[in-house]
């Protein structure tokens, strides 16, 4: 028949197992199934466990703010080209976009 263990004798075989003492010893000692006490271990992890609602939900809202961090980045790129392409004059655009010094931009062809 299914006893309801207290919460102190679980905590105190977990601590026992996480100090380095042996799972199916323990299970001997205390008299508990190993799988109940492997169950602790897998469950007892600490943290937060979060439900597949939860996570689905969070995986969309970090798709969502990736794609914002995409269009935020390349409204910052093409916002500093066109305030370069407004500042400069010709040849200074095509010497940057070229990667080239604007002295040497008289010694490319087609100026």
């Not at 197992?17 to 469950?43: C, D, F, M």
Request: contains cysteine.
């Amino acid at each position: 028949m299914f006893s309801k263990i207290p919460k102190e004798k679980k905590e105190e075989i977990l601590a026992k197992v996480h100090g380095g003492e042996k799972v199916p010893a323990l299970s001997i000692q205390y008299g508990i199934n190993a799988k109940t006490i492997y169950y602790w271990l897998r469950t007892d992890t600490g943290e937060e466990v979060v439900s597949i609602l939860k996570y689905n939900k969070l995986k969309k809202e970090c798709e969502e703010l990736k794609r914002i961090v995409g269009e935020l980045t390349l409204g910052l790129s093409l916002g500093k080209k066109i305030e370069l392409v407004l500042k400069s004059s010709v040849k200074t655009v095509v010497a940057q976009a070229v990667g080239i010094s604007r002295k040497n931009i008289c010694q490319v062809p087609f100026f």
